[in-house]
């Protein structure tokens, strides 16, 4: 019996050991992934150690130390592919806002607009028109305008292209805010707004068609119809340019303030744990 239990303790040592150096191994190997730049290899040589021997603590532990540094690496090249980027992309952006007049009333406009300056406000007076605008960050709105004699009461818009593919918008409720109307000596205007996607795809398929004749029916209570000119046309294909760059920037930024709070946030964990070991 004797005999019996010191071959099963024997047998237990020589296990607990291989394990330690089988481990040992593998965050080793992780380590020379690290240092070669392989980081998802030495992230899945750390994962794969936890999860074969979940009992060597000592290892385990210095694996989640490694992985930190790993993660920092991580960031530091986000980090630094979002700075070139956002380079480029601020360039690209004060290039085509050359095109754009800057709109923010600051008693009440917390975010500006940029309308294209051929199609502004002001030069649409009494007519029917499609209006877009891009703001800050890059969020594209489209509006329909409608003037005329009579309220037709329209809540949305539809664009047909020559072969008779088409796009309609939501169908959006008049609030007295954004989705407004008014009448001025006599004759009538109707403002409705598609913000959030609400164009339901309108504005691409009217820049993918630009090149084509593109019927506009307002729908709603009354139809009115009206083919969309040139400059309209122009005006929807940059704002469009303009969106898909400025929400390259906004995006880009948000990486970037994640990556450096994720690098001092690492930084401080690597210090913290290493003062711990340099303590004992």
């Known amino acids: 019996m ?5 071959w099963v303790i024997a047998l237990i040592f020589v296990s607990c050991s291989g394990n330690k150096e089988n481990a040992n191994k593998m965050l080793n190997q992780a380590q020379v992934f690290y ?28 694996g989640l130390q490694l992985m ?15 700075d070139s980027m956002l380079i480029v992309k601020q360039a ?40 877009v605008g891009v703001n800050e960050y890059g969020e594209i709105y489209l509006s329909s305008v409608y003037y005329g004699a009579k309220n037709i009461n329209h809540t949305g818009i539809k664009a047909e292209a020559n072969d008779g593919l088409s796009a ?4 959006i409720p008049y609030d007295g805010g954004r989705n407004y109307r008014f009448t001025d000596d006599g004759a009538q205007t109707e403002v409705v707004t598609y913000l959030k996607g ?12 630009a090149d084509q004749r593109i019927k506009i029916t307002y729908t709603g209570e009354k139809p009115y119809i009206m083919v969309l000119d040139n400059l309209s ?29 994720k690098i001092e946030f690492l930084k401080n964990k690597i ?10």
Do not use: W
């Not at 004797?2 to 010191?6: G, L, Q, V, W």
């Not at 400025?246 to 709070?261: H, M, P, Y």
């Not at 210090?271 to 004992?280: F, L």
């Open 2 to 6: 004797y005999k019996h239990i010191c």
């Open 35 to 62: 240092e070669q730049g392989a980081l998802s290899t030495a992230k899945t040589y750390i994962d794969s150690m936890r999860v074969t021997y979940p009992k060597e603590f000592s290892a385990i532990k210095k």
């Open 68 to 82: 930190r540094y790993i993660e920092l690496k991580e960031n530091e090249r986000n980090l630094a592919y979002t």
């Open 92 to 131: 690209e952006a004060e290039e085509l806002k050359k095109n754009f007049d800057f709109v923010k009333d600051s008693a009440y406009d917390e975010i500006g607009n940029y309308i294209y300056k051929r199609l502004g406000i002001e030069k649409n007076i009494q007519r029917c028109y499609i209006r």
């Open 168 to 171: 309609q918008t939501e169908a």
């Open 198 to 209: 609400k164009d339901n795809g309108v504005l691409n398929f009217i820049s993918l068609y």
């Open 233 to 261: 046309k122009e005006a929807i294909t940059k704002s469009l340019e303009l969106s898909t760059v400025l929400s390259d920037v906004t995006r880009l930024g948000q990486e970037n303030k994640i990556a450096i709070g």
């Open 271 to 280: 210090n913290s744990k290493e003062s711990q070991i340099s303590d004992k």
